[in-house]
T-cell receptor
Framework: SQQGEEDPQALSIQEGENATMNCSYK?????LQWYRQNSGRGLVHLIL?????REKHSGRLRVTLDTSKKSSSLLITASRAADTASYFC????????????FGKGNQVVVIP | DTEVTQTPKHLVMGMTNKKSLKCEQH?????MYWYKQKAKKPPELMFV???????INESVPSRFSPECPNSSLLNLHLHALQPEDSALYLC????????????FGPGTRLTVL
């Protein structure tokens, strides 16, 4: 079942602007992860946030997690043309059985 | 080496053909995965192998047959596929534990005629 379900969005922003995308899920989780996928290619892991964490940073990425609202957001600051990609959130269930449930994905286009 | 490799990159097959997709990793990961991804959709989990044993089969039709010959290799055998099976097939690997990040290969683009 799909646990991670971000609001399906297509974002088009100018280089240098920030991009924010959201993700919601339905059941208890062990962790939530964000992946990036360039067109027709494999996914690249960006960041993982545990269920007991509220915020995490990695370079230009900032992830928040609100377990009371079962939602997460991914912020990319100072976007670059190379950030153009699809972004998926994925949740691992509470018992961590190596099963990731991916959300619908957000298409981000950064205009140079 | 943090790479997952997949061959072939592209595959075109008829509905009566038998073909295989291959995946390899040398990161010492003992969990390996097959996903299917249609255009503009998220990846859908098909199979999970843990310590070379099939641990999850997401009710995948029997025309897809996975095989894990050793801890580095994962195959997906294809037989009598349907045109709707055309998709990007992604392999991934990870540690066998919670809080795992998965490492994905570039995928095999499959077209069934």
């Amino acid at each position: 079942s799909q646990q991670g379900e971000e609001d399906p969005q297509a974002l088009s922003i100018q280089e240098g602007e920030n991009a924010t995308m959201n993700c919601s899920y339905k059941t208890s989780i062990n962790n939530l992860q964000w992946y990036r996928q360039n067109s027709g290619r494999g996914l690249v892991h960006l960041i993982l946030i545990r269920s007991n964490e509220r915020e995490k940073h990695s370079g230009r990425l900032r992830v928040t997690l609100d377990t009371s609202k079962k939602s997460s957001s991914l912020l990319i600051t100072a976007s670059r043309a190379a950030d153009t990609a699809s972004y998926f959130c994925a949740t691992e269930g509470y018992y961590g059985n190596n099963r990731l449930a991916f959300g619908k994905g957000n298409q981000v286009v950064v205009i140079p | 080496d943090t790479e997952v490799t997949q061959t072939p990159k592209h595959l075109v097959m008829g509905m009566t053909n038998k073909k295989s997709l291959k995946c390899e990793q040398h990161m010492g990961h003992r969990a390996m995965y097959w996903y299917k991804q249609k255009a503009k959709k998220p990846p859908e989990l098909m199979f999970v192998y843990s310590y070379e044993k099939l641990s999850i089969n997401e009710s995948v039709p029997s025309r897809f047959s996975p095989e894990c010959p050793n801890s580095s290799l994962l195959n997906l055998h294809l037989h009598a596929l349907q045109p709707e099976d055309s998709a990007l097939y992604l392999c991934a690997s990870s540690q066998v534990r919670a809080l795992n990040e998965q490492f994905f290969g570039p995928g095999t683009r499959l077209t069934v005629l």
